[in-house]
T-cell receptor, first 117, second 110 residues
Framework: GAVVSQHPSRVICKSGTSVKIECRSL??????MFWYRQFPKQSLMLMAT?????????EQGVEKDKFLINHASLTLSTLTVTSAHPEDSSFYIC?????????????FGSGTQLSVL | GENVEQHPSTLSVQEGDSAVIKCTYS??????FPWYKQELGKGPQLIID?????GEKKDQRIAVTLNKTAKHFSLHITETQPEDSAVYFC?????????FGKGTMLLVSP
């Protein structure tokens, strides 16, 4: 399967600061990446679809000015949580859709635990 | 849109027993059904998947069955081991993104 690297794995920040999370596809070029959010003991909630070279597509209810997504290259997508507040504390996970060989298989990064104080 | 229901929410078994997790979906156009295993503090890991043109797929101790008519699919784990303890998510997709179930916490006691 695809190898997806996500960094950092854990971040603690003060309220009002911005946090950037990186997601890298290590073994193939990914035109599409996805960003999910997961609260404790809950399922994965799709936040947005990141498309290389174009604007991200956000799911209903997700503030695009709050969660900035940049997919500047075929191997890197970033999620920036701007002016973070305690309610933004969550587990953020990126994913990559597999190559033509694996069809629509989705491979996930290791996740980033964000804690906003 | 697609709606995926997953049961049970928690499943406790003894080591060596079998475990079965069931999911139903609502969109008859869905044609891809993966299962993910998520350990605490980690991202989900794809463990097995099945497409709509196949009724059953097996990989060592793990198997998945699909009933398109009834719109349900199941994960079967045989000879469970303590390291199988994790949260398992089913998902379904058609032409767009995956829709996930709410997850099942599997606890395997030694």
């Amino acid at each position: 399967g695809a190898v997806v690297s996500q960094h950092p794995s854990r971040v603690i920040c003060k309220s009002g600061t911005s946090v950037k999370i990186e997601c890298r596809s290590l073994d193939f070029q990914a035109t599409t990446m996805f960003w999910y959010r997961q609260f404790p003991k809950q399922s994965l909630m799709l936040m947005a679809t990141s498309n290389e070279g174009s604007k991200a597509t956000y799911e209903q209810g997700v503030e695009k000015d709050k969660f900035l997504i940049n997919h500047a290259s075929l191997t890197l997508s970033t999620l920036t949580v701007t002016s973070a507040h305690p309610e933004d504390s969550s587990f953020y996970i990126c994913s990559v859709r597999g190559t033509v060989y694996s069809g629509e298989k989705l491979f996930f990064g290791s996740g980033t635990q964000l804690s906003v104080l | 849109g697609e709606n995926v229901e997953q049961h049970p929410s928690t499943l406790s078994v003894q080591e060596g027993d079998s475990a079965v997790i069931k999911c139903t979906y609502s969109d008859s156009a869905s044609n891809y059904f993966p299962w993910y295993k998520q350990e605490l503090g980690k991202g989900p890991q794809l463990i097995i998947d099945i497409r709509s043109n196949v009724g059953e797929k097996k990989d060592q101790r793990i198997a998945v069955t699909l009933n398109k008519t009834a719109k349900h699919f199941s994960l079967h784990i045989t000879e469970t081991q303590p390291e199988d303890s994790a949260v398992y998510f089913c998902a379904a997709s058609g032409y767009s993104t995956l829709t996930f179930g709410k997850g099942t916490m599997l606890l395997v006691s030694p």
